[in-house]
């Protein structure tokens, strides 16, 4: 039997990692596409990489979202059955440094793909998959989000995302494209970019533990943020492609919780003992045995606008694609030390 293919957008990410991984077990062709970088950025995908020379189910192109011609090339040259947009300027702080950037990568870079999909009009019916976002939900007053409840962006990256959201409805609906929208609550895993909140927590409080950092840094402590494990989500992403219909969907693990206690999650797994002192920007952790400052609040990992509560209730994925989350918090974060420590030293 011939096998599928797969044209992934963002395969160096934490995603696309997970997801390639994912879909070669799955007997696919994958062809990751990584944009041009001075260093190697490839470390998420080392291990599946192969030689050039070796027939490789597992093949990297250059591209770039902000480039039409490239995505065109792409999408002609590897005759995909499926499409994974992953690729996006992801980090919502840094979208209010480059805005601009963010919108034209995480939303117009979406619409250059689905441009592709309906310009090449290829015999094959290529279905699309876009990297949705809780965050679209931004300052809802809602409990539990799910794909019903209105949008309210907070940011440019949150603003990016429901353009991208909104053009791959219009393209499905204006072009029969197959495309769906998955509309991901955060999720985490021991390959985690370094500078979002879990991964920064337990990288760092390791270090303090091991005396090789004094202190960490954090900004707003009482976000709550519903978290699962990417492992489990992208077979989820996966799935949305395997439908009669295309649709959108909501993944998440209907359970939240603050950055302070994750943290005092991770304090407790590390068996470190604190005192919480102080309010506000002057919030503190001590260190019980001797005394010492561990974390301190810093103005600067504030954000202009905070997205304060998310929550998802994935019950049509749970209903209509058969999908789970796996993994509990728990035994996220436990897999996540476990690996630091292991790449510690
Ligand atoms: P990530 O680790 O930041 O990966 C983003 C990927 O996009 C990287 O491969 C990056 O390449 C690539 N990229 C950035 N700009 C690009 C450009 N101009 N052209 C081509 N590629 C570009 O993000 P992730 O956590 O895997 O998330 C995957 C997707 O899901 C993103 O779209 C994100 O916005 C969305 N999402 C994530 C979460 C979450 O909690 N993780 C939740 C909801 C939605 P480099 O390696 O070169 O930087
Ligand atoms: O880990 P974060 O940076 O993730 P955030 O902003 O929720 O965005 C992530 O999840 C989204 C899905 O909802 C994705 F679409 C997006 O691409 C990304 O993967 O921050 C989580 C929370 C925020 O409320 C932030 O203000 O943690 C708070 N926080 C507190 N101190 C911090 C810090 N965040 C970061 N990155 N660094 C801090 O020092």
Not at 79 to 93: F, G, K, M, R, T
Not at 254 to 283: P, S, Y
Not at 284 to 299: D, L, Q, R, S, T
């Amino acid at each position: 039997m011939k096998k599928k293919i797969a044209l992934i957008f963002g395969v160096t990410g934490q995603d696309g990692a997970y997801l390639s991984k994912f879909l070669l077990k799955k007997k696919y062709k994958v062809y990751g596409v990584k944009r041009r970088s001075s260093i190697i950025n490839t470390q998420r995908v080392d291990d599946i990489y192969k030689d050039i020379n070796t027939k490789s189910d597992f093949v990297l192109c250059y591209g770039d979202l902000t480039d039409s011609s490239s995505i065109l090339q792409l999408v002609k040259k590897t005759n995909p059955d499926e499409i994974y947009n992953l690729a996006a300027q992801s980090h919502v702080q840094v979208s209010f440094e480059v805005p601009e950037y963010s919108a034209d990568v995480n939303g117009l870079g979406t619409l250059r793909i689905l441009e592709a999909i309906k310009n090449l009009n290829l015999k094959k019916k290529i279905k699309f998959y876009q990297a949705g976002t809780s965050e679209m939900f931004g300052r809802t007053k809602e409990k539990f989000q799910n794909e019903k409840t209105s949008f309210y962006p907070a940011s440019p990256y949150g603003v990016s995302k429901n353009f991208a959201h909104w053009i791959t409805v219009n393209y499905r609906e204006a072009y029969n494209i197959y495309a769906c929208n998955g509309i991901l609550f955060n999720h985490e895993s021991p390959i985690r970019g370094e500078t979002f909140v879990t991964k920064k927590i337990i990288q760092g409080l390791i270090k303090i533990k091991n005396g090789t950092q004094k202190k960490l840094f954090l900004g707003n402590l009482y976000s709550k943020r519903d978290w699962g494990h990417a492992r489990d989500y992208v077979e989820a992403m996966w799935k949305m492609l395997q439908q009669k219909k295309p649709d959108d969907y909501v993944i998440a693990t209907g359970k939240n919780m603050t950055i302070k206690e994750f943290v005092n999650k991770v304090l407790k797994k590390l068996n470190l003992k604190i005192r919480w002192i102080g309010r506000g920007i002057n919030e503190k952790a001590i260190n019980i045995e001797n005394k010492n400052v561990i974390i301190e609040c810093k103005k600067r990992y504030f954000r202009p606008v905070e997205v304060d509560y998310l929550r998802g209730n994935a019950n049509k994925a749970k209903r209509k694609l058969k999908w789970f989350p796996k993994t509990s918090i728990d035994k996220m974060i436990e897999e996540m030390i476990d690996y630091e420590l292991d790449n510690s030293l």
